[in-house]
């Protein structure tokens, strides 16, 4: 039976070279996914449903010896200077990671915590000692180790951490404590069973005086696994997911270690007990320790992205080959793809993950420059914000993505996605916790937004007086042209001229980009005006911003939905085949109108759409899924997922 | 420390006798809903964290003990005739099991299956002879059953089902037969491991004729356990969730089993062979059978509400408990409910749960007049199929509303969440397919669609020819109202009028129920023309469907999202105690108006929102959340958990 949608236009004779597709989405680090692919395929992935079911010790066990073949098969150290053994490739260990998360997660989370966070942490705010004494170590899993940030009363306000170290002069040593039961160091990763070493995040207190937030190594276990002595370790016990990673709780009863443990890149204790930071101001200081995470964020907006490209995967191929209900009289009944409401299912997904994917592409690049030399200096300047900025949003918005499109697949393959076999039940339950480690999504979209207000005032500084009369100026106006809704009429009376293609318009990609900065400018200049009117009416700050969060969180969304489109139609217009790039811009209008119809409310509401032209979104993206259905199986293919670890058995034929 | 958000009405002085509002919610079968809370607490369900590592195999045979348990307490008996050792209370029998959704899922659905499922099919589609066989061994759980329906290539299209029934009339049997892997019966419930009878949905072929799909009540395995010769059994393996339920594979090769084993309510086989039934038309024959499945559509939507309340408790209580961040210069932190980013996610979908436990009762009243003396007339006529369809649509809101509230209550519990211990592990994974099964949720939206579609040709068909011609005028000046937004502007002028309360007129609850109908005709009203376009123009009707799904679905969700704001103003009507009363109108307006902002771009495209008005939805909805976060936690107090059952530490104080 011939598909139900009749294309309206010529897009479903193009051809998609899916090796070029692949070729595009993969470089430039198509070497280092290919052999991830090959690396995870090799290291013979259990059946999902037999995974489901592995007692979580053996489920430990299993994945600590995946990640130790890993290591010694070369898969997990490029991102550390070659002469600790690893690749030199920051950029490459990026993609590498975010490979693994089509297979297991709980091996792709053991891999982040071990090289990732801990290994990491040694690497970028230890130094040479440091370096020589672990690092090799760490590269080959001898050393695993742990990232003790969060407290079982601290999560994302890390500068309110409990636990304190505290400098001995007498005996020029660092005594780690943990002085309550809220500041005990909770859910760990690598701690309940196999961690030797800790990065523990403490008060540091030299000459009885605090000094805010360092990172100090402290044994936790001898070699023999026994807890060091003044050190309890509880297990977290059962997790929606990831139950091959041995989360734990870490505390410390007047635990010492030498002066040296402390990692000393951006603050140090000197030979004579003094506290010594080129970087005076403690506030600074503790958001350039932190900027160290920013790989982390990277990592795990990949580990998403990877996630939702696996589940399309399974659910598109489904999509094509399911039969329900069908034409009256016709004996076969027509495929899932045939009806409308599943192509809205998941077209409008996929354009968004392939948005995600070459907005994270763009990450990878900014990391690889900001730490492909090791050296990056103590103050990383605006571009280096602007990645952290760039990462903490793209982060929160791939891990929602993830969770939203992981479900959107699952309901799409019914009740066979209910099976475990198909894979769904292991991302689900994996995935969930994205959108709250390495950073909850909401606290790092007003990271993001605190960034564009940076921003602003900065402009605001600028403007001599005649420019800041003129900027009030300018937003009364356009405050004015929204109550009259001038705009809103003029458009509408543009609209009211017929033309046979009326979406035209919406296709264009400049038109699209417009319509997106426009939203952004108008948002956060809101945003902005909202916080100086309280401020300048003397409420508590803190007040001002409990009332405008909402605000603030939709200046970072909008702004984040700029980045993606930018970055999508930067992988439209670096592609070279003329069938591909027609498909590809077409996606990309999706993913576009897609999102102006999500927020199309706020769009009338600015008077930036007309009622009519709203309705015209609804029905292009209509029509835009339509188009692109014919091409949905090869854009899915294009991801590469080998066979082996799509694993689904709805994935494939019978 | 006092709440950030100082609120703006009296309302924070309203004092809500949680008691009380409890009884509300629980009338009239309070003793039902007490009855089963204390079952529950007295079976002594494991600790989540507990259950949540238990083999499936031991999972298993600890839901069976309990289902054991409960139906020889009599727990579960409630909706059959006394005669048979059950209550005779069919709106009591949904009330308790609805209840069961707060204790483990696993058990509710094993109930679901023998006494729902597998009794409601014997009970309901069976005649005398069936009853006074087997209705007594099924109420205690002597005779496990099973409810085989779907097949491995037909979910949705029941009428499309393989599995045959052919009558020999030389032997007087019924030989039941599986012709392909497709034909296969899956993922049916207490096949893989319990169950001993099936009631199975077949083909029924007599004198050589198809007579569509009957059922047939079928022995699968022996008091032994072992399968029946002709009956292969196999184990769907782990799913997602529910693995205390053991779902199975069952095929049929040629299996012998008496004329008798026909349920022969709506058709029969003579004594002379002959193939009987008082409903002719086989349409309407087989939508009578399958209008018995109302009462499971009910229960799913009842236990889907149950899972959301629960979610909300531990969710509620941790946000008025955790503290993170908080005003510069204060030691202590605010509490996450201090910010209004955490009232928003909460307090809409609170709302919500209270607008679907009042239409759920609603369901339950219809259903216990429709079927409360086990003898609804075979026409059961327009009150029984607007049941029908309020059931289905109930039933898709409820449970992605399900989805919904768990995913948003697990990310508010930020890392806690994700530990079994605090629930939302099981309660994710076990709810996950309740817009599944019992009907796919899109498939049921359709349904209702068409009920909506049916009601909209009757009254087509009664106008007169005048009367039509005064509805396409009608219809036509609705457009150019729309297309030249008069409607819009004047609306427009009216918001211009200064007022100081300018949402006064928001909050009015006939304000709010005129929007929902408004929407509701005119989304009907321009499918119906849609339908009407395409088909006169010739079109194959099913290209015509497939075009216009999307809009048939969102007639039905927006007929259902009136269904909930009448019945939650039902609620508020209902209740006499002032303080009480005003709480509850407020969250009825946040209920309305949180969907309003929702699809606050449909209502701008439609000239019934300006702009401006549309803003002062969304500022009032963050009004609303204000106002009501000092009564979160009596509300949720309000749903009766026991803190046995609510289980998550997190949910209590240290």
Not at 94 to 116: H, M, N, P, R
Not at 175 to 198: E, F, L, Q
Not at 257 to 262: D, G, K, N, T
Request: hydrophobic share 40%; glycine share 10%.
């Amino acid at each position: 039976m011939a598909p139900m949608s009749a294309p309206t236009s010529d897009l479903a004779a193009a051809r998609i070279d899916v090796v070029g597709l692949r070729r595009l989405l993969d470089e430039p680090y198509e070497e280092v996914r290919d052999e991830t692919r090959e690396r995870l395929v090799r290291l013979g992935v259990l059946p999902p449903e037999t995974l489901s079911v592995l007692p979580h010790e053996e489920y430990r066990e299993l994945v600590l010896t995946w990640a130790q073949q890993l290591a010694a098969d070369g898969g997990t150290g490029l991102g550390f200077p070659t002469e600790y053994g690893g690749g030199g490739d920051v950029g490459g260990s990026i993609a590498a990671f975010e490979t693994l998360g089509i297979g297991d997660l709980s091996l792709l989370v053991k891999c982040g915590v071990q090289f990732g966070l801990f290994g990491g942490a040694v690497l970028h705010l230890g130094t040479r000692h440091h370096h020589d004494k672990y690092l090799a170590d760490i590269l080959t899993m001898e050393l695993p180790g742990c990232f003790a940030m969060t407290e079982t009363g601290h999560g994302s306000n890390v500068q309110q951490l409990e636990t304190t170290t505290t400098y001995d002069p007498d005996a020029d040593q660092l005594v780690v404590h943990t002085p309550t039961v809220s500041g005990r160091k909770d859910y760990i990763g690598n701690a309940a069973r196999d961690g030797r070493m800790a990065v523990v995040f403490t008060q540091l207190v030299v000459g009885g005086e605090s000094r805010g937030v360092h990172a100090v190594l402290v044994p936790i276990r001898d070699v023999a696994g026994r807890s060091r002595p003044g050190v309890t370790i509880e297990d977290c016990g059962p997790k929606t997911g990831l139950n091959g990673v041995d989360n734990g709780r870490l505390s410390f009863d007047q635990v010492r270690v030498p002066r040296e443990a402390l990692l000393d890149r951006f603050a140090e204790i000197t030979d004579d007990g003094e506290y010594f930071s080129r970087i005076e101001n403690p506030d600074k200081r503790f958001f350039t320790m932190l900027g160290t995470l920013v790989q982390g964020r990277i990592s795990i907006a990949g580990a998403g992205i990877s996630a939702s490209k696996l589940a399309l995967s399974i659910a598109v191929r489904y999509g094509e080959r399911r039969r329900q209900f069908g034409p009256p009289g016709e004996d076969a009944e027509a495929v899932l793809f045939d009806f409308r409401a599943h192509r809205r299912r998941l077209l409008p997904r996929l354009a968004r993950t392939y948005a995600l994917h070459a907005a994270q592409q763009g990450l990878i690049d900014g990391l690889h420059e900001a730490f492909g030399d090791f050296a990056e200096s103590e103050d990383p300047g605006r571009d280096r914000r602007e990645l952290e900025a760039a990462a903490a949003g793209i982060k929160a918005s791939s891990t929602w993505h993830t969770t939203d499109t992981v479900q959107g697949c699952r309901e799409a393959c019914g009740g066979a996605g209910y099976l475990a076999e198909n894979r769904f039940a292991a991302l689900k339950a994996d995935t969930d916790v994205f959108s709250t480690f390495e950073g909850d999504n909401t606290v790092l979209l007003q990271l993001v937004a605190k960034g564009l207000l940076t921003d602003y005032r900065d402009e605001f500084g600028d403007l001599d007086p005649l420019g800041m009369a003129r900027f009030v100026a300018d937003q009364v106006f356009e405050t004015v042209i929204e109550k009259t809704s001038a705009r809103q009429l003029v458009e509408r009376l543009v609209d009211a001229v017929p033309t046979r293609d009326d979406d035209a318009g919406l296709l264009d990609r400049e038109y699209q980009l417009e319509l997106f900065r426009w939203r952004e400018d108008h948002v956060v200049a809101g945003v902005a005006r909202r916080l100086k009117r309280g401020i300048d009416a003397g409420q508590d700050p803190f007040e001002v911003f409990a009332d405008v969060q909402d605000h603030v969180l939709t200046a970072a969304w909008v702004h984040i939905e700029r980045l993606l489109l930018e970055a999508f139609d930067g992988l439209v217009q670096r592609c070279g085949d003329p069938d591909l790039r027609e498909v590809l811009d077409r996606l990309c209008s999706l993913h576009a109108l897609a999102e102006v119809e999500r927020d199309r409310g706020w769009f009338q509401e600015h008077g930036r759409l007309s009622g009519e032209r709203s309705k015209a979104v609804i029905s292009t993206v209509n029509r835009l899924c339509d188009e692109l259905r014919p091409h949905a199986v090869d854009l899915v293919d294009a991801f590469g997922i080998p066979d082996e670890l799509l694993a689904a058995p709805i994935a494939f034929d019978d």
